[in-house]
């Protein structure tokens, strides 16, 4: 049951990620890749990891992406343009690449031993890791100030994004 | 049960995707989108190997990537705005003040 859900999801997530290099429209590109966040939100769950899957709609799919599409749509993008001739051989180099790092990454992983997924408590709640309550629980101990961190970098990326926008002279 | 590999083989796939995205486009949010898919299969590694090991950890890290991740499109798409408000374009080929 669970393998098939993951290769169903795996499937849409792959599909999609192909898709954005397929499209030229760089919003076709964005609505593909709200379907693979959403298919790895689920994949999510076939692991255990609940509070993260629904992060990752909230946050994800929810604020990057349509931050995204805002900004897509606001431009008026003209569609992807043909190669420029000088860097066409760029383009053919890109798949021996791509075929490297892939191979390289299944080499490592095929040395992988084989350990199972340790299973939900019955009660569902408690300590298991992945629910909202274990996470939190270390996210405002054990990591306090890479929390707080996080909230100062928020806070300039929020200032730096109205200074670069900025229209010049206003 | 699915085993830990296709989890990371299904990482590896995506982050491959991603990779091959910011080589062969040239419109600037493409590329940009490729690197968000680059993010997403390496959270999928973190989360994967968390889950399986039992420790919490590594959901944290994909925690403070998401937020990094957040504030690294706000700046990123700001900056994209600024491009195309200078230049009427964003071909990233066009964009070559800084290249030797």
Same mark, same amino acid.
């Given at each position: 049951m669970e393998k098939v859900l993951f290769i169903v999801f795996a499937a849409i997530a792959v599909a999609s990620a192909l898709n954005i290099l397929l499209q030229r429209n760089p919003l076709q590109g964005a609505l593909s890749l709200i379907a693979t966040l959403a298919s790895?939100?689920? !994949?999510?769950?076939?692991?255990?990891?609940?509070?993260?899957?629904? *992060?990752? !709609?909230?946050?994800?799919?929810?604020? !990057? /992406?349509?931050?995204?599409?805002?900004? *897509? /749509?606001?431009?008026?993008?003209?569609?992807?343009?043909?190669?420029i001739e000088k860097q066409k051989w760029l383009r053919y180099l890109a798949i021996p690449f791509a075929g490297l790092l892939m191979a390289e990454m299944f080499y490592v992983i095929r040395s992988v031993k084989p350990i199972t997924l340790p299973a939900m408590p019955a009660d569902g709640a408690g300590d298991a890791v992945g629910t909202v309550s274990s996470i939190g629980k270390a996210l405002f101990t054990d990591y306090l100030l890479p929390f707080e961190v996080t909230s100062v970098l !928020?806070?300039?990326?929020?200032?730096?994004? /109205?200074?670069?926008?900025?229209?010049?002279?206003? | 049960m699915v085993p830990l590999s296709w989890y990371l083989g299904l990482s590896a796939l995506l982050f491959t995707i991603g990779a091959m995205g910011v080589f062969i486009k040239r419109n600037a949010i493409t590329i940009f989108l490729c690197i968000e898919l680059m993010l997403n299969a390496a959270n999928l590694t973190l989360v994967s190997l968390s889950s399986f090991f039992g420790d919490v950890d590594g959901q944290l890290?994909?925690?403070?990537?998401?937020?990094?991740?957040?504030?690294?499109?706000?700046?990123? %798409?700001?900056?994209?705005?600024?491009?195309?408000?200078?230049?009427?374009?964003?071909?990233?080929?066009?964009?070559?003040?800084?290249? %030797?």
């Open positions: 790895l939100s689920a !994949i999510y769950v076939t692991l255990h990891a609940q509070f993260l899957a629904a *992060i990752q !709609i909230v946050v994800y799919a929810g604020a !990057i /992406m349509v931050l995204f599409v805002f900004v *897509i /749509m606001l431009l008026n993008v003209p569609k992807d343009q043909p190669q !928020i806070l300039m990326a929020v200032v730096g994004a /109205m200074v670069l926008a900025r229209r010049e002279g206003d | 890290f994909v925690f403070i990537v998401m937020t990094v991740a957040a504030a690294e499109a706000a700046v990123g %798409l700001a900056i994209i705005i600024s491009i195309f408000r200078n230049r009427e374009s964003l071909n990233v080929d066009e964009v070559d003040t800084l290249k %030797l």
